[in-house]
């Protein structure tokens, strides 16, 4: 019988330390803006200002879906929008990175 391995982790994690929201949006941002170079300045401004919200440096388990909405709710009405749709993408990259599964580790091997 041969054991059955679980797939590497695709995001870095800082050793023995919760990671951070800045970590998360820092790969994030290079990731997204490789496709969209011209995003960069505006996604790395609202992150900062949601990280700030949060209490920088925000650990990444401090943004979940209602300090999402409450971060949203604090924007000036012009903003919400793209930032909405900003934050949909984060945590699309946040799950599919596995920087989600790592805040809350399951059957974890010894």
Same mark, same amino acid.
């Given at each position: 019988? *041969?054991?059955? *391995?679980?797939? /590497?982790?695709?995001?870095? #994690?800082?050793? +023995?330390?919760?990671?951070?929201?800045?970590?998360?949006? @820092?790969?994030?941002?290079? &990731?997204?803006?490789?496709?969209?170079?011209?995003? =960069?300045? =505006?996604?790395?401004?609202?992150?900062?200002?949601? @990280? *700030?919200?949060?209490?920088? /440096?925000?650990?990444?388990?401090?943004?979940?879906?209602?300090? +999402?909405?409450?971060?949203?709710?604090?924007?000036? &009405? *012009?903003?919400? @929008?793209?930032?909405?749709?900003?934050? +949909?993408?984060? =945590?699309?990259?946040?799950?599919? #990175? +596995?920087?989600?599964?790592?805040?809350?580790?399951?059957?974890? /091997?010894?």
């Amino acid at each position: 019988m *041969s054991a059955v *391995s679980l797939p /590497p982790l695709k995001a870095p #994690w800082i050793v +023995g330390r919760a990671p951070l929201l800045e970590h998360a949006a @820092d790969e994030f941002l290079n &990731e997204v803006t490789r496709q969209r170079p011209w995003t =960069r300045a =505006r996604a790395e401004e609202l992150l900062e200002a949601l @990280d *700030s919200f949060l209490g920088r /440096p925000a650990p990444l388990r401090a943004f979940t879906r209602a300090t +999402g909405e409450a971060w949203l709710r604090a924007l000036h &009405e *012009s903003e919400r @929008d793209e930032a909405r749709e900003l934050i +949909g993408e984060f =945590r699309a990259y946040l799950r599919d #990175w +596995g920087w989600l599964d790592a805040l809350h580790p399951v059957n974890q /091997p010894d």
